[in-house]
Nanobody, 125 residues
Framework: QVQLTESGGGLVQAGGSLRLSCAVS????????MGWLRQTPGKEREFVAA????????FYHQSVEGRFTISRSNTKSMIYLQMDNLKPEDTAVYYC??????????????????WGQGTRVTVSS
């Protein structure tokens, strides 16, 4: 059974930092692109960041480029998202997900096939 479990969300002031973690079981992550997506109430989920399989290039939404860093540990089966200089507009539920899509489609939310339950991030102004 595949399970993705996010942790590390919380309340932080604007300009602060958080580190999200995603523990993956039942799935060999070197075989998958791993990513983070987010959703704000009333809006569709949006791509945030991805780590190309088995652990090479990273891809980011332009709104988080230079502030967020995605990383992975294939040996620990963990995915991380370091979020620095957080802004109120980063407030959302953040989801860890896996994909085998072509890299050209990696920013499409429908290309991510297995999701965790999410962790909430709230950034106060």
């Amino acid at each position: 059974q595949v399970q993705l479990t996010e942790s590390g969300g919380g309340l932080v002031q604007a300009g602060g930092s958080l580190r999200l973690s995603c523990a993956v079981s039942g799935l060999r992550i070197p075989n998958y692109h791993m990513g983070w997506l987010r959703q704000t109430p009333g809006k569709e989920r949006e791509f945030v960041a991805a780590s190309k399989r088995p652990g090479g290039a990273a891809f980011y939404h332009q709104s988080v480029e230079g502030r967020f860093t995605i990383s992975r540990s294939n040996t620990k089966s963990m995915i991380y998202l370091q979020m620095d200089n957080l802004k109120p507009e980063d407030t959302a539920v953040y989801y860890c997900a896996s994909s085998t899509a072509a890299l050209s489609a990696i920013r499409r939310t429908d290309m991510w096939t297995t999701w965790g339950q999410g962790t909430r991030v709230t950034v106060s102004s």
